[in-house]
């Protein structure tokens, strides 16, 4: 049974940080690219961050760049969003994610397995 847990959540005031994980266990995902994804009230599931296998490619969404940071230990499967300069606009649930696609990987249709998510709420 594939799982990507997602931990690290939270309340947080704006200008604050938080740093969510994303642990995947259940197979190897050797060579899978992983991402993050956010959802908020009433829209869509957007893309905020991919990192590739090899940790050395990542992708962000405009609106976070600057503010997070996408990582990855392969040895612990683990995959991290540092996430400083909060704004209440980052309120969403945040959702990891993991494709064998090797393009495409700011869109939700080509991912395989999905995490439950984890809840970030900002205060303004």
């Known amino acids: 049974q594939v799982q990507l847990v997602e931990s690290g959540g939270g309340l947080v005031q704006a200008g604050g940080s938080l740093r969510l994980s994303c642990a995947a266990s259940?197979?190897?995902?050797?060579?899978?690219?992983m991402g993050w994804f956010r959802q908020a009230p009433g829209k869509e599931r957007e893309f905020v961050a991919a990192i590739r296998w090899s940790g050395g490619s990542t992708s962000y969404a405009d609106s976070v760049k600057g503010r997070f940071t996408i990582s990855r230990d392969n040895a612990k499967n683990t995959v991290y969003l540092q996430m400083n300069s909060l704004k209440p606009e980052d309120t969403a649930v945040y959702y990891c994610?993991?494709?064998?696609?090797?393009?495409?990987?700011?869109?939700?249709?080509?991912?395989?397995?999905w995490g439950q998510g984890t809840q970030v709420t900002v205060s303004s």
């Open positions: 259940g197979r190897t995902f050797s060579g899978y690219t």
């Open positions: 994610g993991a494709t064998s696609a090797v393009v495409a990987i700011t869109i939700r249709g080509g991912y395989n397995y």
